[in-house]
């Protein structure tokens, strides 16, 4: 089942014995990149990081090139699929026995015993925990000790009964129950009593329900949008939204419902499912194709909606009622994007209700990610406020000017316009004095730089690539962090 510690085990075995082999490699949430990317991507980065070749060209699924097989024949490797949930990513991804080098070894995590038969040599299940072990779990997160305090001893002992030995439910209700009262542990046995072990969406739900607002809707969008991106840029947007990220981010490590991995937010897929189950029986926030489709084409008001992310590579066309982000006053996360790999699918359009209509006459102000590839008006909104604005993002639109006159977003940190070829010319910047990076590669039809970006004193990044036709440049000195 999930949570019981497949990843973590493989984890450990990796860092022990991969010095072993020639060449190791852990390919993570085979899942869910599966979902994102398609599996021959997945594909070549595997074996590119095998043969030692980042140019490496992978055209087919389950055939390799002879030259890679030659190679991988002379290699003793070790490969970790985590998290696999198809007997065809195991294919393409494990291969077969006469690939690899004597002594090499795949190990496969999966829920899904019958993904595993037939493709792998062994089957091992992961047990939970024995008793000694998940007690001594649950009091390193609830008590910061090996063993529980002689007055909680019992009530730690119901608990380990209860639990079963699933680690992942160990260290989230030991982190809810850390530094609380006997009387505050019957109250939550008292619930769980209520709730089968397999059940765990519930149970994790436990911890989620003791956090304070702020701190549920900081965990919500990073469970909906935000898992695996950049912590610092995720704290920036929703600094934009007044949740104050970064201490609710400490609440929920602490409670182990988040964690930092190399700089990015990550949490146990559970966890995010459990998440996603709440946002979606709340409609908060969306990112399911049909429903999108439906509330975009809708006139009736949704003010529950805070976020909405879709991958427009999945659709063909839809109509957008011209009025219907005037009907979303809370909204706060808005995101149309389109995974880089599917080319050759279906290119979106949006088409407004109105003939007469050619612009986007409204988003609403509390937008603090406005992230639109492929944005199909040649401006924003005359009455977009941008007043909350953080991460403005409008790659590969047709967008001629930003925006009218003078103003410009206080709070804006990042601004990507890069291939937006009908861009003719660029705002007056210099109250956007958050900005931080700017990219602007591939606008073609761009002429000038204001000379108001000598006073963006934060700006880290500026990309210039292929502005063919750019003919002026403002001195670039005064900007000291300009990396």
Partial sequence: MGGIGKTTTTEVLFSQISDEFDVCYFLSNVRENAEKHELL?????????????????????????????????????????????????????????????????????????????????????????????????????????????????????????????????????????CKRSPKEWEIVLKELKKIPISKIHKILKISYDSLEQTEKAVFLDIACFFKGQDKDRVEDILDGCDLTPSLGIIRLVEKCLVIVVNKKLEMHDLIQEMGQHIARHEHSRLWEFTKICDILAAKKVNKAVEGICLDTSKMGMIRLNSATFSQMPNLRLLKFFRHSNKKDSTPETFILESAKKNHLQHLPSKLSLLHWEEYPYSSLPLCFSMENLVLLNLEDSNVKRLWHGDKCPQKLKYLYLSRSKKLATLPNLSSAANLEQVDLKGCESLLEIPSSIQFLHKLTYLNLDDCINLRSLPSLLHLKNLK
């Fill in 41 to 177: 991507h997945l594909r070549q980065k595997l074996f590119s990081k095998l043969v030692g070749d980042k140019h490496l060209s992978i055209q087919m699924l389950h055939v390799l090139p002879t030259i890679v097989l030659d190679i991988l024949r002379r290699k003793k490797v070790f490969i970790v699929l985590d998290d696999v949930n198809d007997s065809e990513q195991l294919e393409a991804l494990a291969g077969y026995h006469g690939w690899y080098g004597s002594g090499s070894r795949v190990i496969v995590t999966s829920r899904d015993k019958e993904v595993l038969v037939g493709g792998v040599d062994q089957i091992y299940k992961v047990e939970g925990l024995n008793y000694c072990d998940a007690l001594q779990l649950l009091s390193v997160k609830a008590f910061k000790q090996e063993h529980p305090p002689e007055e909680f001893m019992k009530l730690a002992e119901r608990v380990v009964n209860y639990d079963k030995g699933v680690p992942l439910a160990l260290k989230v209700l030991g982190s809810h129950l």
